[in-house]
């Protein structure tokens, strides 16, 4: 039985509970049953990597207002990045140990203006119904262009009434520390996971929040993304 090396999808769940859940204490997520790679992964997997690259050189290219690389950028990441997890939906459900109806998929670009940090995440639709509560994990695209991020991530803002406001950063960083603590077991196996992000936002503090929230990533950077990106990290 092939297991993934780092499961960090099935963290998710075991952190929005707060409880010390198998996931947290080493225990393998079985995503195959034939001893080989799993055949979702070795389908998208170049695909993906097309995908992000494409994404990040968009962001060269960013404007709040809306243009043609602004529209198409939000194609990737609403509908092509979301087609291809959907394409391993099973693989993603397996390694969160969540039931396949329970498993959400979603990308985000823009509410109203064009969001400077564009996203694709996964989640537990019940532990995380939105971004704004539970943990998930989600790709998220630096400012400049320059990187991309597998992230293990939180909610990060609140609802006012009015608008989205920023929690506390210091508060987010402490539930990280606490979420990449119960991790260590897992994260040791693993020397290419960062605690640290850095989405070099300007115009947003979207960047920032999100940087607070991170608990672990894999990071990819523009020109040089692996093409084994899904089965590697997933």
């Keep these: 039985v ?49 995908v992000i690259q494409e994404v990040l050189e968009l962001q060269k290219s960013y404007s709040s207002t809306g243009s043609p690389e602004m529209t198409r950028r939000g194609h990737l990441v609403r509908r092509e990045l979301v087609d291809l997890l959907e394409a391993s939906r099973g693989v993603l459900a397996a390694a969160a140990d969540i039931p396949l109806d329970d498993l959400g998929i979603k990308g985000k670009d823009h509410t109203g203006r064009y969001s400077e940090i564009p996203w694709t995440r996964f989640h537990s639709t019940l532990s995380s119904p939105n971004p704004r509560n539970g943990w998930y ?17 939180q909610g990060t803002t609140v609802w006012d009434g009015s608008d989205f406001a920023p929690q506390d950063k210091r508060v987010l960083r402490q539930k990280a520390a ?12 693993r020397g290419d996971l960062l605690d640290l992000i850095s989405l070099n936002a300007v115009v947003s503090d979207l960047g920032e929040q999100y940087e607070a929230g991170n608990v672990c990533s894999f990071r990819y950077v523009a020109g040089s ?5 899904g089965r590697a990290h997933v």
């Design 2 to 50: 092939q297991t993934c090396a780092l499961p960090i999808y099935e963290s998710m769940r075991t952190c929005g509970n707060w409880t010390a859940r198998p996931a947290l204490q080493g225990r393998p997520s079985d995503v195959t049953s034939d001893g080989g790679d799993s055949p979702d992964f070795v389908y998208v997997d170049p695909v993906m990597r097309d």
């Design 225 to 229: 993304i692996p093409t084994e990106i």
């Design 137 to 153: 994990v989600v790709y998220l695209f630096a400012a400049d262009g320059g990187s991309a991020y597998l992230s293990l991530n």
């Design 178 to 189: 606490w979420a990449r603590e119960s991790l260590a077991v897992r994260r040791a196996s």
